[in-house]
């Protein structure tokens, strides 16, 4: 029977009908993002890489699917208005004004932000922090040209070997992803879409080298 891929997030693997025991497949709930950090809603694991946050696995079990899980859709959370305090019956004296104790500018006192002096303790454990030396870096891992490895180029994530590898062969988001008031989307290719299953299907804009390191 011929395989299809599994369409459950943090899945993605290739599956027939005949050969899909209870168990087989691991993946995730819903993604949630929230001023440039990513979590899963069902384990609770977040990241602020998107490729980072993509590999974390998944922590629920069953069968593989073709279908494509239904997102909830994000609700807005309503802001709650700031009441910034009045002015007291003694407007002349700026240590009953709140907001001159508090160092911000005051319209009433024309008082400004006060700055505070560092402390002692404070400066001196400022000077004594050891700033790390640059590491250098890693030596590139000599594998078998027919060793299968695993791209990490953006939107790839396929196994290939080396020997195959080639200046075309593999298929990526060269830009980093972009998240933003509910849009998803891609800044190398300006596509950008409202569902997160939408995001993931975005077609790769470039073609290049497989590449089994991350790249940032």
């Not at 910034?84 to 400004?112: E, I, V």
């Not at 997160?196 to 940032?216: A, L, R, Y």
Request: aromatic content about 8%.
């Amino acid at each position: 029977m011929e395989k299809v891929r599994c369409q459950r997030i943090g899945c993605d693997a290739m599956f027939s009908e005949d050969d899909n025991p209870e168990g087989s497949c691991t993946y995730h709930d819903a993604p949630k993002f929230h001023d440039g950090m990513k979590e899963w809603s069902c384990c609770k694991k977040r990241s602020h890489d998107f490729s980072l946050f993509l590999e974390i696995p998944g922590c629920k079990t069953g069968k593989h699917t073709t279908e494509k899980p239904v997102l909830a859709k994000a609700t807005a959370i309503p802001k709650q208005p700031v009441s910034f305090p009045t002015p007291s019956a003694n407007g002349s004296s700026k240590d009953a004004c709140l907001r001159c104790r508090q160092g911000f500018f005051c319209s009433d006192h024309g008082s400004h932000a006060r700055e505070t002096p560092k402390s002692s303790v404070s400066a001196h454990v400022e000077s004594s922090l050891d700033i790390p030396e640059p590491q250098p870096p890693k030596a590139k891992e000599i594998v078998d040209i027919n060793q299968p490895q695993t791209c990490k180029n953006k939107g790839c994530g396929k196994s290939f070997k080396e020997k195959d590898n080639h200046a075309t062969a593999c298929s990526y988001h060269p830009g980093p992803p972009v998240f933003h008031d509910r849009v998803r989307g891609w800044k190398c290719c300006d596509v950008h879409v409202n569902e997160f299953d939408e995001f993931m299907s975005i077609p790769p804009c470039t073609k290049g080298w497989h590449n089994p390191d991350p790249v940032s």
